[in-house]
């Protein structure tokens, strides 16, 4: 089962990049690495979605490296409002729900 | 946009009461999941369900059970609510797409009820 696991918090000043890791030493070959981030008193929105090397969307970039034993999430120029939590998800729903897990998330800080 | 609406924001209920938890949402999507956030402890799944009337056990069922009698409406049942019930529930749904053979989807939450059973 692919568990996974992130760093608790981290804190970045603004304009920065922020890079944030996940590890999923077990994953699967049919699982997709999702990234989703959260607000306070929101649910988790889907920011990007990958299975393998390098995704880019208008918000982030999802890297992932050849053996897929971990990802990487890169926000590019953070800004005040990037403060959230972010979370890693590696499943794959053909399998059931059972093989998604959701790492506990990582506490972004974006300091002025 | 996708929509998914929970039925109360916050809920306080005693210990023993029965607690119904509506989920709506608006997008046609076949599967739908209810999991509960505890600090430290990030997102748990509770069940899952893949279509009407099917449902599949998460990671934390106990103490729970589940109700879809119709595609856009899931409910999350507490038949004896506990102190160790006090949570934040969180109600997703999600389309089930394809793409080069494995599966993939994207998961809408809505806003989330936080309950507290005293």
């Known amino acids: 089962l692919a568990k996974t696991t992130q760093p608790i918090s981290m804190d970045s000043y603004e304009g920065q990049e922020v890079n944030i890791t996940c590890s999923h030493n077990?994953?699967?070959?049919?699982?997709?690495i999702t990234w989703y981030q959260q607000f306070p008193s929101q649910g988790p929105r889907f920011i990007i979605q990958?299975?393998?090397t390098k995704v880019t969307n208008e918000v982030a970039s999802l890297f992932i490296p050849a053996d897929r034993k971990s990802s990487t999430l890169s926000l590019p120029r953070v800004s005040l409002s990037d403060t959230a939590v972010y979370y890693c998800?590696?499943?794959?729903?053909?399998?059931?729900?059972?093989?998604?897990?959701f790492g506990t998330g990582t506490r972004l800080t974006v300091i002025p | 946009d996708v929509k998914v609406t929970q039925s109360s924001r916050y809920l306080v209920k005693r210990t023993g009461e029965k607690v119904f938890l509506e989920c709506v949402q608006d997008m046609d999507h076949e599967n739908m999941f209810w999991y509960r956030q505890d600090p430290g402890l990030g997102l748990r799944l509770i069940y899952f369900?893949?279509?009407?009337?099917?449902?599949e056990k998460g990671d934390i069922p106990e103490g729970y059970s589940v109700s879809r009698e119709k595609k856009e409406r899931f409910s999350l049942i507490l038949e004896s609510a506990s102190t160790n019930q006090t949570s934040m529930y969180l109600c997703a749904s999600s389309s089930l797409g394809l793409a080069g053979g494995h599966s993939t989807y994207e998961q809408y939450f809505g806003p989330g009820t936080r309950l507290t059973v005293t």
């Open positions: 990958g299975y393998k």
């Open positions: 077990n994953i699967a070959t049919n699982d997709y």
């Open positions: 998800l590696v499943g794959d729903m053909g399998t059931g729900a059972n093989n998604l897990f």
């Open positions: 369900s893949y279509d009407v009337k099917m449902k």
